[in-house]
């Protein structure tokens, strides 16, 4: 996993993301939603990690009054806060902690952490949710998302390559410190007009199909965009296909 290549990919697509990125908007949407019940409407100290451009924090903004909430993502977003919170709120204090959510030091005492598409990135997940365990108080909550085995099958299937995602077992293991409230899985389906239009979506979104060495000449993508036609080909379109794990946690 290389961090500095998927930080360089992200901000390239920040002013593309919220165009394409219609299955993160829904999930951060599905998160705020799911969490109601388990959150005061009332919540001093939130930190949410992987902020983006804003999908999730805007969702929660417009749900929740919180007095401090802290935003982290790898690409330093302090200078978009705007667009991150979007209409004025003058009752909560904000925070950016830019950085790699493995390496730096999480605020204390906090009531919530929420993440939304962002831990399928992270190297050692285990020692990354004990993190979060302790910055959070006792019966403090943790909401988030990653994606299952089967995620972006259409390109791991022609590629040959693609993240390694935990099935949901391995990750019920890995949340230990945790009491498992909820979990659930939900599977997508989009519609492209091309395999090129499926390329450039997740260029857009920064989710690149290939790794850093890999160069597309002439002959390589007629052929991928040949037989991505001929195995996912439906009515005219092709596929992408989204395997979603959502989790309701709370602190032992």
């Given at each position: 996993?290389?961090?500095?290549l998927i930080k360089s990919r992200f901000?390239?697509?920040?002013?593309?993301?919220?165009?394409?990125?219609?299955?993160?908007?829904?999930?951060?949407?599905?998160?705020v939603r799911e969490a109601r019940p388990?959150?005061s409407v009332y919540c001093d100290r939130?930190?949410?990690?992987?902020?983006?451009?804003?999908?999730?924090?805007?969702?929660?903004?417009?749900?929740?009054?919180?007095?401090?909430?802290?935003?982290?993502?790898?690409?330093?977003?302090?200078?978009?806060?705007?667009?991150?919170?979007?209409?004025?709120?003058?009752?909560?204090?904000?925070?950016?902690?830019?950085?790699?959510?493995?390496?730096?030091?999480?605020?204390?005492?906090?009531?919530?952490?929420?993440?939304?598409?962002?831990?399928?990135?992270?190297?050692?997940?285990?020692?990354?949710?004990?993190?979060?365990?302790?910055?959070?108080?006792?019966?403090?909550?943790?909401?988030?998302?990653?994606?299952?085995?089967?995620?972006?099958?259409?390109?791991?299937?022609?590629?040959?390559?693609?993240?390694?995602?935990?099935?949901?077992?391995?990750?019920?293991?890995?949340?230990?410190?945790?009491?498992?409230?909820?979990?659930?899985?939900?599977?997508?389906?989009?519609?492209?007009?091309?395999?090129?239009?499926?390329?450039?979506?997740?260029?857009?979104?920064?989710?690149?199909?290939?790794?850093?060495?890999?160069?597309?000449?002439?002959?390589?993508?007629?052929?991928?965009?040949?037989?991505?036609?001929?195995?996912?080909?439906?009515?005219?379109?092709?596929?992408?296909?989204?395997?979603?794990?959502?989790?309701?946690?709370?602190?032992?």
């Open positions: 996993m290389n961090k500095a901000a390239k697509s920040l002013d593309t993301y919220e165009q394409q990125a219609d299955v993160q908007l829904h999930i951060a949407q599905v998160l388990y959150l939130l930190l949410e990690i992987g902020c983006g451009t804003g999908f999730l924090t805007r969702e929660l903004l417009s749900d929740l009054s919180i007095q401090q909430m802290y935003l982290n993502d790898l690409v330093d977003m302090s200078s978009r806060m705007e667009q991150l919170i979007g209409l004025d709120h003058k009752h909560t204090e904000f925070c950016f902690i830019p950085g790699d959510a493995e390496e730096i030091n999480f605020p204390n005492h906090l009531q919530a952490v929420f993440s939304a598409s962002s831990i399928q990135w992270f190297l050692d997940l285990p020692s990354f949710f004990s993190k979060v365990n302790d910055a959070l108080l006792p019966e403090g909550m943790f909401f988030f998302n990653t994606f299952g085995p089967v995620n972006l099958n259409e390109i791991k299937t022609l590629m040959g390559e693609g993240l390694h995602y935990p099935d949901a077992d391995e990750l019920s293991k890995m949340l230990s410190d945790f009491e498992i409230l909820e979990m659930w899985d939900e599977n997508l389906v989009r519609y492209f007009e091309s395999p090129r239009a499926v390329l450039q979506h997740l260029k857009e979104t920064g989710v690149t199909a290939t790794h850093s060495d890999f160069r597309w000449t002439k002959s390589n993508l007629i052929a991928f965009e040949n037989t991505y036609q001929d195995q996912f080909g439906c009515e005219g379109k092709v596929t992408l296909s989204w395997q979603i794990y959502y989790f309701v946690c709370r602190k032992k």
